[in-house]
């Protein structure tokens, strides 16, 4: 069956800009979650959903991160105002629920540089 | 707070030979343990999870084993071969995936 896909698969944008990233997660997989990988620094964890909500924010960088998921399947992270500390690559995961229990399957990720 | 340290950073081999990855987390309240590999420009590929009721888990040539008490990890790669070649990543998983940073492998022929 399809995996995780992501949209676009590379962004490059303009300092203040802001961009919409997309992930589509499994079918049937109700836990969806948000990473980001920087140049020199690891994977982090950015947000997280369990169907329509988000019950863990903690990892969003500023007020200027956002999240929303609908029909407990597409999500879309939003980055407002981007600055040059935002480039980096967004990768989404979804798991079966409950999540500690399976394997994140991970999309292939958008590529965004702010120019 | 969770940390999750990887070592070697980079490991270079000739085809051919057995491999041992090591990962180490400093908390041992984890759900499960899992190991990624990482293609240049891809997203992650999962390799292995193991449940943290768990001792190991095989899949072909890779093995992994966890050890919760201790807070350890290896991913052992038999016959290592190039096509093996990539970053491969452990993560524990709290409430989310906590990643180490990695070891980039290369193998030669």
């Known amino acids: 069956g399809a995996g995780v896909s992501q949209s676009p698969s590379n962004k490059v944008t303009e300092k203040g800009k802001d961009v919409e990233l997309r992930c589509d997660p499994i079918s049937g997989h109700t836990a969806l979650y948000w990473y980001r990988q920087s140049l020199g620094q690891g994977l982090e964890f950015l947000i997280y959903?369990?169907?329509?909500?988000?019950?863990?924010k903690s990892g969003l960088p500023s007020d200027r991160f956002s999240a929303e998921r609908t029909g407990g399947s597409v999500s879309t992270l939003t980055i407002q105002r981007t600055q040059q500390e935002d480039s980096a690559v967004y990768l989404c995961a979804s798991s079966l629920n409950p999540p500690a229990a399976y394997e994140q399957y991970f999309g292939p990720g958008t590529r965004l540089t702010v120019t | 707070k969770q940390e999750v340290t990887q070592i070697p950073a980079a490991l270079s081999v000739p085809e051919g030979e057995n491999l041992v990855l090591n990962c180490s987390f400093t908390d041992s309240a984890i759900y499960n343990l899992q190991w990624f590999r990482q293609d240049p420009g891809k997203g992650l590929t999962s390799l292995l999870l193991i449940q943290s009721s768990q001792r190991e888990q095989t899949s072909g040539r890779l093995n992994a084993s966890l050890d919760k008490s201790s807070g350890r990890s290896t991913l052992y790669i038999a016959a290592s071969q190039p096509g093996d070649s990539a970053t491969y990543l452990c993560a524990v998983m709290t409430d989310k995936l906590i990643f180490g940073t990695g070891t980039r492998l290369q193998v030669f022929p």
């Open positions: 959903f369990q169907g329509n909500s988000a019950p863990d």
